[in-house]
């Protein structure tokens, strides 16, 4: 009793609400008496004193209740009651009752208090430290009496710190210079080197990809591919380029909604574009939509809180203070982007984007209008030519009479549908009543494969009409159609004007162009299409341009003539005559051109602001007009047209590089955000409570915004007191090196999950990312530089019994290496590996059969050629429902849901596809032809085989038996053939030391 009583007061003098009790409380209790209104027994809530005291503290009569009830024997009494689990150990049993003779004190969760910059531990072995990391390490190890091991060799230090830093193993060459080299500082000019290389990005986005559920498709039973390389290339880049990690997290949430934003932090919220989407006809498009926010608020809570967010979309979180509605104020953030398309159309917003090539052409192009402008500009200063100042004499006959054509419908005579309103006020225009009647012939057509300029005036409210058409899609005679709105084709924009122009009658073969203004306002807007076949398919809107177009489709190279004959003012539906589409409006000077047209001026295009100042009688024109006149006329001299044309001619160009550019799914933000309601137990058919954009009460940051978006939420999260974010970040880059968080739940900080081995360790990391301006690679440097870190992985007999999981750090963990390096492994010992950096993804060799999508339309797994096969495994194509099998062997995740950990399993699949997947026999093969070119004798072959793959010579007993399995297969020929040395690169690459980090 004497022992007990002294172990008990022992205890009682440690025991940490925090670390000790509420981990009991949150596993064993929470789930009958937390915050859950609905699953709440007795009306007790544990989670809070107030209302646990009653059977907690002890009173004069009896002990405490729960004391109590925890002890019992009796299963009608005991608690947790049988059916819901085991009764506590005794030494959750003892911890309570220490707990509750010191007064049962509450305290707030460690992780939900802002971390507070620890003092640096005193330790008794000053020597063994080399920065502070190894301070709070060793203070841990001594207290514990355990002895840290020795320094691991410098060939193992150097393979460690190769693959952890760029993910790829060390070449012969690096491993002995490293050896004889000497000087203590080496290891740190190796450190930053590789911290320097673009493999460090490669390797460490590996880690965030996971996070982000990166993939190249869509997932669900379609499964179709999309775009996403763009956001995993901005990721890459981001981290090699030491992207100070708050602004890595703001451009990643609401990079689109940064005053001014570029392409590159649009890009970077394809993060939340990850998300799985469900594609096809599918009448339950709002359910899927809806589960896209649900995910990213859970990835959202695993990568930056922490937390299990998600726990919380059907009632309030039943162990952390986050309440159901808090949850749907947060999905009232996510909840305002917009969704396009139907069936197989169905997406997010989407953003053209250059390659890098493309970039740097852009930008000679651009440099070029600069020049140009430039010089235009000083023409300006040097005054009108008399030309010119004959132009402003009289400037509207410039349009009547500068340019003949040879094909033009006139609005000209006399009647009900002729009127005096036109755009300059002189001739006639067409009245149009949206009827049959209304719909007016044209003559003259374009030439199949000739070049042909189009121009029209018009003034309308019409939302859908056709203004010229031949085109007849139902009854399969396509051809050519100018209009408003687009025939109510999937993802129209009533109001817009649009083109469709076929070279086939059917199928419809083509392109597509939308306008992005509207033009259904009741005034006169000018309307020109030029066509060059193959070459040129331009829509003007009021004489400029329309570079906001939407297009789709290429450049045909020719127009189809279907037999619909070409009509003014109306359109055709699976009818020989007009018979849709109808125009109500007025239509003046319609000219048709069988050739290009360069300049739409010519035309009488010209802005509504210049249309104004020609009519307007010269002595009431304003100043500003008449410096608008004077510009326009300006530019009708033969130097200013040179220049014109020149600018005009790189636009141009740079407008067939946007046509090329490549795909970016990208995060924006509604006009008008969508109501958000709490949803009934989950079920977002069943609407409840309205709630505004939110953030949770529990975390309490000053200055917080009320009714904040995206932008104010990352914000939220990258304040310099928000008690998570920084320490969750540190704890994950803490796993990479060691195997296992500083808190093993990477994912959940909270009341559930792990309590930290080193709680002051990981504060003082959290600030020090804060304080060093969210320098992330000096974190990477501070622990690959620790003694920690580069202590001998070797097993100690007394650690088994001591530390079995390696909690207190006595040595380095040995890991399994990732599933993408194991691969890069083999590509690059044999030779086979391309380093080429970014790009879209590829499609190395995989067994016949494997990957093939679900669905037929969404393609098919056609493998790469020449260096493509065997690029990094970071850019092989991932595809969601079926991963590329040798990752998926070696545990890499769908990635259909974020993932913060991998698992680590250990199965005689992985050896088989160390042995028998092509690409590892290949990678073999390809190994022994370079140690057979390299040298000729058996021995120096072995030798050079080790350093390749292990980094280290054999020992005398493993190059004997190396010598015996050569001489089994081959005999006494010293020659041996190239596959059996392919054998022995098998076996060395099939062994436990060739794929674990030492």
């Not at 239509?587 to 035309?603: A, G, T």
Request: aromatic residues 10%.
């Amino acid at each position: 009793m004497g022992v007990l009583s002294l172990c008990s007061i022992s205890f009682a003098e440690e025991v940490q609400f925090d670390r000790d009790i509420q981990p009991i409380l949150a596993n064993r209790c929470f789930k009958c008496h937390g915050r859950s209104e609905v699953d709440r027994k007795a009306k007790l809530r544990l989670d809070q004193f107030e209302s646990a005291k009653r059977v907690l503290l002890k009173s004069a009569t009896k002990e405490s209740e729960l004391l109590a009830r925890v002890k019992s024997s009796d299963p009608n009494l005991r608690m947790p009651p049988p059916e819901t689990g085991p009764p506590l150990t005794s030494g959750e049993i003892e911890k309570l009752e220490a707990w509750i003779q010191r007064g049962a004190t509450y305290t707030q969760h460690w992780a939900f208090i802002p971390p507070k910059k620890p003092s640096l531990p005193e330790v008794r072995d000053l020597t063994w430290s080399q920065n502070p990391i190894d301070r709070f390490v060793l203070a841990r190890l001594e207290k514990k009496g355990i002895v840290p091991s020795p320094p691991a060799s410098r060939r193992t230090l150097l393979r460690r710190l190769s693959f952890d830093l760029r993910g790829l193993p060390p070449s012969p060459e690096e491993v002995h210079t490293f050896v004889q080299n000497s000087d203590p500082a080496s290891t740190q000019k190796v450190i930053e080197r590789y911290l320097n290389s673009h493999q460090f990005g490669e390797k460490q986005a590996q880690v965030w990809l996971d996070l982000a559920r990166y993939a190249d498709t869509t997932g669900h039973a379609a499964d179709k591919p999309r775009s996403m390389w763009l956001y995993r290339d901005w990721v890459i880049s981001a981290l090699n380029e030491n992207l100070p990690f708050d602004q890595f997290t703001l451009q990643q949430i609401a990079g689109d909604l940064l005053p001014n934003a570029s392409v590159s932090q649009k890009v970077a919220t394809g993060f939340h574009r990850n998300s799985m989407q469900a594609l096809g006809n599918n009448p339950r498009k709002e359910e899927f939509r809806i589960k896209g926010i649900v995910d990213r608020l859970d990835t959202t809570g695993k990568t930056w809180l922490g937390l299990t967010v998600s726990c919380s979309e059907c009632h309030d979180h039943k162990y952390d203070p986050l309440s159901q509605e808090e949850y749907y104020q947060l999905f009232a953030i996510f909840n305002n982007v917009p969704h396009y398309g139907q069936k197989f159309g169905v997406r997010g917003p989407q953003l053209k984007v250059l390659s890098l090539e493309q970039r740097e052409e852009w930008d000679r192009q651009e440099a070029l209008i600069a020049r140009a402008q430039s010089e235009l500009n000083s023409l300006k200063l040097s005054g009108n030519s008399s030309a010119e100042s004959k132009w402003l004499e009289d400037p509207f006959s410039y349009f009547e009479s500068k340019h003949e054509w040879k094909y033009r419908f006139a609005v000209r005579g006399e009647g009900d549908r002729f009127s005096q309103d036109t755009p300059w006020g002189k001739g006639n225009s067409l009245q149009f009543e949206g009827d049959p009647e209304s719909v007016q012939p044209i003559s003259i057509k374009p030439g199949g494969e000739a070049s042909f300029t189009l121009s029209v005036w018009i003034k309308t409210r019409s939302k859908l009409a056709d203004i010229v058409s031949n085109y007849d899609w139902r009854g399969k005679q396509r051809g050519f159609v100018l209009g408003i709105g687009g025939q109510r084709d999937p993802g129209y924009r009533a109001g817009h004007p649009y083109v469709w122009l076929s070279a086939t009658p059917n199928p419809f073969s083509g392109i597509e162009i939308e306008g992005s203004k509207r033009i259904d306002d009741g005034k006169w807007h000018h309307l020109a299409f030029i066509f060059e076949p193959g070459k040129k398919a331009q829509l003007y809107i009021d004489g400029k341009l329309d570079l906001k177009s939407r297009v789709k489709g290429t450049i045909p190279a020719r127009l189809a003539q279907p037999n619909r004959p070409w009509i003014l003012g109306g359109g055709y539906s699976n009818s020989p005559s007009p018979n849709s589409y109808f125009l109500r409006g007025k239509v003046h000077d319609l000219r048709l051109y069988s050739s290009v047209i360069p300049n739409v001026n010519q035309l009488g295009a010209v802005s509504p602001e210049l249309r104004r100042a020609i009519i307007v009688d010269e002595r009431e024109r304003t100043q500003q007009q008449r410096e608008l006149l004077r510009s326009f006329s300006f530019n009708l001299s033969s130097k200013s047209k040179r220049l014109t044309e020149q600018i005009q001619r790189a636009k141009e160009k740079q407008d067939k590089l946007q046509k090329k550019a490549h795909t970016a799914q990208v995060m924006e933000e509604l006009e008008e955000p969508r109501e958000t309601h709490i949803h009934v137990r989950g079920d977002f058919e069943v609407k409840g409570k309205r709630v505004q954009p939110g953030l949770p009460q529990f975390i309490s940051i000053p200055e917080s915004k009320k009714n904040p978006n995206r932008l104010d939420f990352a914000k939220w999260l990258t304040h310099p007191e928000h008690p998570l974010m920084a320490r969750v970040t540190v704890n994950r880059i803490w796993a990479q090196y060691f195997g296992q968080g500083i808190v093993r739940t990477l994912d959940d900080f909270g009341t559930r999950g792990d309590v930290p081995s080193h709680p002051k360790l990981l504060d003082w990391l959290a600030l020090e990312l804060i304080e060093s301006a969210w320098d992330v690679k000096r974190i990477h440097r501070l622990i690959v530089s620790s003694t920690t870190y580069q202590q001998s992985s070797v097993l100690r007999k007394d650690l088994q019994t001591l530390d079995p999981d390696n909690r207190w750090l006595a040595q380095f963990s040995r890991r399994r290496m990732t599933a993408e390096q194991i691969r890069d492994l083999a590509l690059s010992v044999g030779g086979l590996l391309s380093l080429k950096y970014g790009g879209p993804s590829v499609y190395p060799h995989q067994p016949q059969g494997i990957g093939e999508f679900r669905d037929a339309t969404a393609g098919k797994w056609k493998m790469s050629h020449g260096e493509d096969r065997y690029r990094r495994s970071l850019y092989t194509f991932w595809q969601r429902m079926s991963p590329y099998p040798s990752l998926v062997a070696f545990d890499a995740p769908s990635r259909e849901r974020s993932c913060a950990q991998r698992s680590t399993t250990n199965t005689p699949l992985q050896a088989l596809a160390l042995l028998n997947d092509p690409i590892f026999v290949e990678a073999a093969e390809s190994c022994a032809q370079r140690i057979i070119n390299k040298f000729s004798e058996p021995e120096d072959r072995i030798r050079f085989a080790f350093s390749l793959i292990l980094s280290r010579e054999p020992d005398r007993e493993e190059l004997d038996y190396s010598l015996k399995f050569l001489k089994r297969w081959s005999g006494n020929n010293k020659n041996s053939s190239l596959k059996i040395w392919r054998s022995l690169c098998q076996v060395l690459l099939n062994l436990d030391e060739a794929i674990t980090s030492e």
